[in-house]
């Protein structure tokens, strides 16, 4: 099975860095099994460089500020995977994480949407539903799509892609997943895997951009709840820069 894994970024070159390096090394399969699709929207910060240096055979495509439902959506269109993923460059994934998701679609093959939900929603009803075991695998019944999520080619198909005309840098994903519910297809998130989000959106806009380890006990703190060991030494290496 091939996974594509589309990256929208704009601009966040040095948490792009760090987030997509790391998300690289700890999938867990073997490179020929990944393609991976980066989509620039208009960045100014280099972030181009980058991208390029950290994967040389990504699939690039430069954009000039069209917004985030485009910008994935040219992603989609030349996905060639089986399954097709959309990861965001501020998430940090843990370790051997595509490997789980690959074993849960081959021992649950209707899979139709699976995806990792960040961390502190586990128990958020908006998004996550009540847990079920499949096959000997315990799931968590998706309500909404969030984080990183991924979707086979047939649910693609009858999906189909982000809804461009809804506002800027809305809550596109949430309307992808009402479409996606309505399908009656399986839909999950994988049980006890959990995203750290180190974009604004989880840990507040007000990071203090000139103490980069005030920022990171910061970020701790906003989460409420114990990160792991894997968690702690990923945001460890991190400087992150709100306005990059």
Same mark, same amino acid.
């Given at each position: 099975?091939?996974?594509?894994?589309?990256?929208?970024?704009?601009?966040?070159?040095?948490?792009?860095?760090? @987030?997509?390096?790391?998300?690289?090394?700890?999938?867990?399969?073997?490179?020929?099994?990944?393609?991976?699709?980066?989509?620039?929207?208009?960045?100014?910060?280099?972030?181009?460089?980058?991208?390029?240096?950290? @994967?040389?055979?990504?699939?690039?495509?430069?954009?000039?500020?069209?917004?985030?439902?485009?910008?994935?959506?040219?992603?989609?269109?030349?996905?060639?995977?089986?399954?097709?993923?959309?990861?965001?460059?501020?998430?940090?994934?843990?370790?051997?994480?595509?490997?789980?998701?690959?074993?849960?679609?081959?021992?649950?093959?209707?899979?139709?949407?699976?995806?990792?939900?960040?961390?502190?929603?586990?128990?958020?009803?908006?998004?996550?539903?009540?847990?079920?075991?499949?096959?000997?695998?315990?799931?968590?019944?998706?309500?909404?799509?969030?984080?990183?999520?991924?979707?086979?080619?047939?649910?693609?198909?009858?999906?189909?892609?982000?809804?461009?005309?809804?506002?800027?840098?809305?809550?596109?994903?949430?309307?992808?997943?009402?479409?996606?519910?309505?399908?009656?297809?399986?839909?999950?998130?994988?049980?006890?895997?959990?995203?750290?989000?180190?974009?604004?959106?989880?840990?507040?806009?007000?990071?203090?951009?000139?103490?980069?380890?005030?920022?990171?006990?910061?970020?701790?703190?906003?989460?409420?709840?114990?990160?792991?060991?894997?968690?702690?030494?990923?945001?460890?290496?991190?400087?992150?820069?709100?306005?990059?």
């Amino acid at each position: 099975m091939k996974f594509s894994i589309v990256v929208p970024t704009y601009n966040r070159a040095i948490l792009t860095k760090d @987030c997509i390096s790391s998300n690289i090394k700890n999938a867990g399969i073997p490179a020929d099994r990944i393609e991976w699709i980066w989509v620039d929207d208009g960045s100014t910060d280099g972030v181009q460089e980058v991208m390029k240096k950290m @994967c040389p055979d990504i699939s690039v495509i430069r954009n000039y500020n069209l917004g985030i439902e485009k910008t994935v959506n040219q992603g989609y269109a030349l996905a060639t995977g089986d399954f097709i993923f959309k990861l965001d460059s501020d998430l940090l994934l843990p370790k051997n994480w595509l490997k789980v998701i690959d074993e849960h679609i081959s021992k649950i093959p209707e899979t139709a949407v699976i995806g990792i939900l960040l961390s502190g929603f586990q128990e958020h009803s908006a998004w996550a539903g009540k847990e079920r075991e499949i096959n000997g695998l315990k799931i968590l019944e998706a309500n909404m799509v969030m984080g990183l999520y991924g979707f086979s080619r047939k649910m693609f198909k009858k999906v189909g892609y982000l809804n461009e005309d809804i506002p800027y840098y809305a809550s596109s994903d949430m309307f992808w997943s009402d479409r996606a519910k309505k399908t009656g297809e399986l839909m999950y998130y994988v049980d006890n895997l959990e995203a750290l989000h180190l974009g604004s959106s989880q840990f507040g806009g007000d990071i203090d951009i000139l103490d980069p380890e005030r920022s990171k006990k910061d970020a701790v703190r906003r989460l409420n709840r114990p990160l792991s060991k894997q968690q702690l030494e990923g945001i460890s290496k991190i400087y992150y820069n709100p306005f990059i």
